[in-house]
């Protein structure tokens, strides 16, 4: 038979082991609880990533969609050759050949291959800025430039050109 002494140390004993393997038990479910709280923060960044992204991107299709919205219903033509007399290009302008319309949704599209001959690069720049930031909706979907031999200050530029406007169609 234990001795009271035995006895309580046994008890002692015991606890300290049941104390030890529930310390062990806490710390292995706070390690876990600990790898899904970095985990959610890793998703939670992730997600606001993609949060900023969308709302970039929103804000630029409701910009083309205001741009759009306040197209007046002039024809495309006049239009680009609104913005060359503006920028003081429309003697150099070599050729505007008409492509293929396209119709999306309430939309049209209407695609022009635009040359131009002899500019310089200020004056490029000054139409692209034109036709970027102006009131109407103006896509540029292809640009190439070339140098002209005898003056390689100046350049032939080629552009492939988008107007969209809303309506029935």
């Known amino acids: ?7 309580t140390a046994l008890w002692i004993y015991i606890t300290l082991v049941v104390g030890i393997v529930g310390l062990l038990f806490i710390f292995g479910e706070l390690k876990d609880a600990q790898k899904k709280y970095t985990s959610a923060k890793d998703r939670l960044y992730e997600f ?3 949060l900023k992204d969308y709302e970039q991107l929103n ?22 050759e609104d913005i060359f007399s503006s920028v003081g290009l429309k003697d150099r302008l070599a050729s505007i050949k008409p492509g293929i319309k396209k119709t999306h949704s309430k939309m049209l599209e209407e695609n022009f291959e635009i ?6 690069l200020n004056e ?3 139409f692209l800025y034109k036709i970027e930031n102006g ?11 070339k140098k002209i031999f005898s003056d390689p200050s100046r350049f032939s530029i080629t552009i492939d050109i988008a107007y969209v406007k809303k309506g029935d169609y």
């Open 59 to 80: 804000a630029k299709v409701i910009s083309i969609e205001k741009k759009i919205e306040s197209t007046n219903a002039l024809s495309a033509l006049k239009v680009i």
């Open 124 to 126: 490029i720049v000054n």
């Open 135 to 145: 009131n109407d909706s103006l896509i540029i979907r292809r640009f190439s430039m």
């Open 1 to 7: 038979m234990l001795k009271n002494k035995q006895k």
């Open 115 to 120: 040359k131009l001959d002899n500019a310089d």
């Open 48 to 50: 606001n990533t993609l």
